[in-house]
């Protein structure tokens, strides 16, 4: 199972970045995905999630309103389109794959990972 992060870099503040995870050796359609952070010396923490069919997404509350996770099925590709960055986004984030299909933010529960990408705010 891979899942291959893209998208980060360094945008000013209020501008907004688009990420994407590629799936590839994954009953994609049948699990749930989610998005975390880490931000240099913090653990890393919840972002957003969204369910196997799509029709469910939960969020942090410091993304909610922000940002926003979709998925394309036919892609195997999740996204999290991110607006009105602030500094307190800076930070690596990963994409990771939950072994069901449900909304969890429970990091324990995603059991594959992506190999991150990097997001810097400056200001």
């Known amino acids: 199972v891979q899942l291959q992060a893209s998208g980060g870099g360094l945008v000013q503040v209020g501008g907004s970045l688009r990420l994407s995870c590629a799936v590839s050796g994954h009953t994609f359609s049948g699990s749930a995905f989610g998005w975390f952070r880490q931000a240099p010396g913090k653990e890393r923490e919840f972002v957003a999630c969204?369910?196997?069919?799509?029709?469910?997404?939960y969020y942090s509350d410091s993304v909610q309103g922000r940002f926003t996770i979709s998925r394309d099925n036919a892609k195997n590709t999740v996204y999290l389109q991110m607006s009105n960055l602030q500094p307190d986004d800076t930070a690596v984030y990963y994409c990771?794959?939950?072994?069901?299909?449900?909304?969890?933010?429970?990091?324990?529960?995603?059991?594959?990972w992506g190999q991150g990408t990097e997001v810097t705010v400056s200001s």
């Open positions: 990771a794959a939950a072994m069901a299909p449900g909304l969890t933010r429970r990091l324990e529960l995603y059991h594959y």
């Open positions: 969204i369910s196997a069919s799509g029709s469910g997404t």
